[in-house]
């Protein structure tokens, strides 16, 4: 049975924990005595503090919350019932008896890294491609006469190496894309520090051509430039975010404004995101962008964690978290913009508002509005830099396809890469050292100058 969302690295680290410190002891159940078991009631007691005290949670985890969660533990055998059990039964907060089954219902950590920096192979350079052999090369029958049999001959007694076909290798397109993924991945393994990212990440389910469309398809502005207009905003949502992000100079309005017009039009935004098929981070990104939470605390770390994610994002919906982040932070921190609801602050409206839409999972914990509602702060607060283009990142890529064109090339031309590129030996023998010329001696030098002066007639008066 799988755990759902229960393995991203927040859920994990709290049943580890669960299992590892929950107190258990004897209870009495009708005239019977069961041992290394707890009570509904002291899960609940138990697992609140430990959620309330969790650098991922935070103390705002409600009793109820954590109920909800027992349940899913409940669900995915985490915990069983005292008489084994689990799946189809309700957990409730009450005197019911409990205890963990023998082994955890989550997979153990790869013992080695499923993913490393240097796993694209490319062919030798003398290799021949895919099907093809010395054998089956097309040869036109020869006649043989005296010069043709002597040739023969000679190569077959050594006097004359045999000709050998080389076959050039070129770095084609989808060889740049592999080079972009596997870099890209390597670099937020070695971010988060994890031995693999099999724990929160389906690696096939990267598109190496969505991170080339991030890094280079972008405005002035830093802004995704997409080529399908079709998955572009529609024009009405545009517009109204731009009513809302440059309040109260709205110059594509043309209809008149009446009180409580930017309350309407903030509701048709939030109506449009929240009717989403998937959140803006997808379903198969949550647990990676959840795993970069417990980074928070290292904030230069988190960003550049998150950096690396959003690369990974379908270019659409990079450009509508770009566009919906900067409306949402320029709505805070413009003091003209009227309340837009009552009750609660404009930054505790927005992180509300959106959470969800920005990310939630596929199968849904209650906690998980708390997970979101942390990552989106974090955005509002740094978005700008996480939606930036990881220039380091970019750079080491760049100069690595540089340097495997230069071996394609080298391989290909070596006579025209040596007059291209020479090598310290061969620039030595095209330009020799020539003998630095001696520094000449002054001609009003002495020549004892450690000599001791003396005075002459001259001097003297």
Known sequence: TSCFSLSSPPYRLTIELFRARMPLRKHRCRFKSYERCFTAAEAVDWLH???RCSQNFGPEVTRKQTVQLLKKFLKNHVIEDIKGKWGQEDFEDNR???RFPPSSPLKPYPKKPAYQKDVIKFP????????????NIPVRPVVMNSEMWYKRHSIAIGEVPACRLVYRRQL???????IWKSMTLAY???ILGLESLEEVLDIQLV???????NV???SKQGVVILDDKSKELPHWVLSAMKCLANWPNCSDLKQPMYLGFEKDVFKTIADYYGHLKEPLLTFHLFDAFVSVLGLLQKEKMAIEAFQICCLLLPPENRRKLQLLMRMMTRICLNKEMPPLCDGFGTRTLMVQTFSRCILCSKDEVDLDELLAARLVTFLMDNYEEILKVPLALQTSIEERVAHLRRVQFQKSYPEVYQERFPTPESEALLF??????????LTWALKNPFQPFQRTRSFRM
């Open 49 to 51: 503090e430990l959620l």
């Open 96 to 98: 019911h008896l409990y």
């Open 124 to 135: 030798e350079w003398n290799d021949p491609p895919p099907g093809t052999s010395q054998e």
């Open 172 to 178: 084609t397109e989808a060889n740049v894309e592999e």
């Open 188 to 190: 937020l393994q070695k």
């Open 207 to 213: 598109n190496s051509k969505f991170i080339i469309h």
């Open 216 to 218: 280079y398809s972008v």
């Open 432 to 441: 020799p050292e020539k003998p630095k010329p001696k520094p000449q001696l």
